[in-house]
C-alpha cells in the first residue's frame, strides 16, 4: 500500500506535464495559425454521435444562453462556421420543442461591429418583463493582449413574435455595456443570467487578478447603464482564470422542481454558485449562501471551494450552462464535451465537440451536493430492450449484453453483493491530496483488471470482440479505519483505443452513498465516441470521449464484470437500442 502511496504522489508531480503533452481538454481560445478559416469539404462520419447534439461539421465548444421562448427551447452555443478548430467565432442557433431534436438556423451573432469585431464570446439570456429576451455576451475588440481584449455587449431580437428569434440586433446605442479595468482586458468574459433584486438587475462576469479567480458583480436599473458593485461576489486565489459564472437558487433538499432565477434573495436559503476553470479544464460548484445586503456568496464548506469544489461532471465537461425550464419547472444544465482526439484528427474528420445531454439538477436529500439526471425526453429514443434479472457475477466473470446495438445504446443497471467484508482498506494517506485527483489516479492505477475485494465491478462500454479496445465504468468498495465505506466511480479511457495519439485518461469520483442495502446502480449512455455515466441516481457523473480502432459501430459490444472476490450479483439491467435524433 505504501508503494502505491508513493506512486500515486510521484504521478501528482508530474500530472500537468503528462495533461499537456497529450493533450487533454484543450482551451477553448487556443489559435491554430492556417487552421481555422481550413472549411471541410467531407466529413468523415465514424464517431460522430447519434444522440448527443451537434452540427454536420467543424468545431462548437461553450453551450450559450439556453432559453424557452414561445413554445421552443432555443439553444446557442460557440462555433466556428470555416472550420474544426477554435477560431471565428460565432453563437450558432438552433430550436427544439423537446431538447433531443433539432433544427438549426442562421448564427444568432456574428462578428460585425467594431465592439465585437475579433469575436463573439459566450453570454447569457435573460427574460426582462414583458417576455422579452436579451443577449449579454462577451466581445473581443483587439486581437491582443492574448485572448484577446474584451468588452459586454448586448443583442436584442428584432422581432418579438417570432418564436425561431432568427434576427438579433446589437445596437450601437450604449454597447459595449461594460469594459474591463486596465489589468484585466484579457480576461473578463462570460456574463451570467442576470437577476432582479430590490430595484437593480444583477450579473455577474468572470475575470482574475493574477493566480486569484473573481467573479464580479454588476447592477443595473435598467438592463443597460451597469456599475461594478463594491466587492466581488466571489474570489479565491490560485484558482486563475474564472470562466462562464453561473449562480441559481435550489428548491428545498429532495426536490426535483427548479427555481426560476429572478427567485434569487426571496425567502431561499441555498444556491449554487459555478465556475469553469481555465487551467484545469472542469467545471467547479459549491453550495452556499447569497448575502444580499453585502451582495456577496458564501460556500457552506469553504474547505471545497475553487479547485476542491465539487464537480458535475469528474471527466469531460466544460464551460456548462443552466437555465430554469417554464414548461417542466425544472433546472437544465448544458455542458460541452470537447475532443480528446488531436487537432490534426479533428481536422481530418472535419468536425469537432459536442454537447452532452441536457440535465435535470437538483438538490440531494443530503443538501451536501447536487443530483443529475438525464432529461426524460431522452427516453423517446429508446428503440429494442434487453432485460436481465438476478445474473451472478463470479470473481473474473464477463458477460456480453446481446441483441442491442451496443454502439448506440442506453443501459441502466442496478448491482447487489450480500457482504462487504472483502472490501479493500483505504489508505490515510490518499487523503493528504485533493479529492478529485486521488479518485482518477487510483481509477488509474488499479484500474478494472486488477483484482479487489467489492470490486470493481460494472460495464465494459465499446468493448471489441475479444477485449482488444473497451471502456470500463466501474464502482470499487474500500473500508477505512472508522470503519466506513468509500465508493469509487472511474471511466477508464486507457484502453478504449489501439490508437496512441490520443488522450486516453482515467477519470474518477467518489460517490456520497449509504451502502446499507449493498446495492450500487449505474447507467451509462453510449453513443459511439462518448460514454455518459450516471452514478447512484446522479451523485457522481463521468463522461469520457474515446475513439475506438476495432469497436466501431457493429463491431462494438457491451459487457458487465467483476472482478473481485464477492460475488456481484446484477439484479436487473435495461438496455436500450437508441434511434438517431433528429439533429440540426
Known sequence: MEICCKFIRALLCYLPIIFTTLGGAMASHKVYPGYPSNSTVK?????????????????INDPNAPMYYKGYYHFFCQYNPKGAVWGNIVWAHSVSTDMINWKWLKPALTPSKWFDKYGCWSGSATILPGDKPVILYTGVIKENPEPGYQVQNYAIPTNYSDPY??????????????????ENVSSFRDPSTAWFINGYWKMLVGSRHNDRGIAYMYKSKDFVKWTRAKHPFHDKPGTGMWECPDFYPLSSPGVRNGLETYTLGKDHTKYVFKVSLDETRYDYYTIGEYDVVNERYHPDNITVDGWAGLRYDYGNLYASKTFFDPVKKRRILWGWCNESSTTEEDIAKGWAG??????MVWLDPSGKQLLQWPIHELETLRGQKKNIRNMKLNK???????????????VDVSFTFSSLSKAEAYDRNWDKFPREDVAKDICGIKGATAQGGVGPFGILALASKNLEEYTPVFFRVFKTHVKTYKVLMCSDATLSSKNMNEYKPSFGGFVDVDLADKRLSLRSLIDHSVVESFGEGGKTVITSRVYPKLAVAGDAHLHVFNNGTETIVVEKLHAWSMKRALMN
Do not use: C
Open 165 to 182: 428569434l432568427q434576427n438579433w440586433v446589437k445596437p450601437n446605442i450604449n454597447n459595449p455595456i461594460l469594459n474591463p479595468t486596465q
Open 354 to 359: 459536442i454537447e452532452l445531454i441536457p440535465r
Open 43 to 59: 466529413v468523415k462520419q465514424v464517431y460522430r454521435t447519434s444522440y448527443h447534439f451537434q452540427p454536420k461539421k467543424h468545431w
Open 396 to 410: 473474473g466473470d464477463s458477460m456480453e449484453i446481446k441483441g442491442i446495438t451496443a454502439a448506440q445504446v442506453d
